[in-house]
Structure formats: structure tokens, C-alpha cells
């Protein structure tokens, strides 16, 4: 397994939708941020499933070291 590359130093604010899937990229090197596009393959690491509890703004990390993944932890001011 490879580590992941930091997309960016800052959290995704994004608003999610009650109920839909959304597949956090956790390798860091999907073009479309912060949900992954396939760009995983071969890297071992998988994108995370979040499914949405309502519909709200989440912040979704971006440094990809999150230990709360697929949310932002704060863990971007240590890196």
C-alpha cells in the first residue's frame, strides 16, 4: 500500500444530499476531488463510502490523513 498525496492543505466544504452515496477519494490523486475517479487503481488504498444522514454542509478532508476519514479532523495543520 502506498500513502496517500495531499490533495490540499484545507478541507472540502461541500453539501451533501439525504440519503446518496458519496465515495471520498483516499488516495489523493482522483481529478475530482474530493470524491474519487478510478485514480486509486493499483495504489491499495480505496475510496470510503459516506452515505449522508441529512442534507447539510460537511467538510470533507483533504490531506487525506484524516483518523475520522472521510471528514476533515484538523490533522491538515499538522502536515
Request: proline fraction near 8%; hydrophobic fraction near 25%; glycine fraction near 10%.
Amino acid at each position: 500500500m502506498s500513502d496517500p498525496v495531499i490533495a490540499q492543505k484545507e478541507p472540502y466544504a461541500m453539501t451533501v444530499e439525504e440519503g446518496q452515496n458519496y465515495f471520498w477519494c483516499a488516495c489523493g490523486k482522483s481529478a475530482k476531488q474530493p470524491f474519487c475517479d478510478g485514480s486509486h487503481k493499483g495504489t491499495g488504498i480505496t475510496p470510503v463510502k459516506y452515505t449522508a444522514p441529512r442534507t447539510q454542509k460537511v467538510y470533507f478532508c483533504g490531506c487525506k490523513h484524516s483518523i475520522n476519514k472521510p471528514m476533515c479532523d484538523g490533522t491538515h495543520g499538522k502536515i
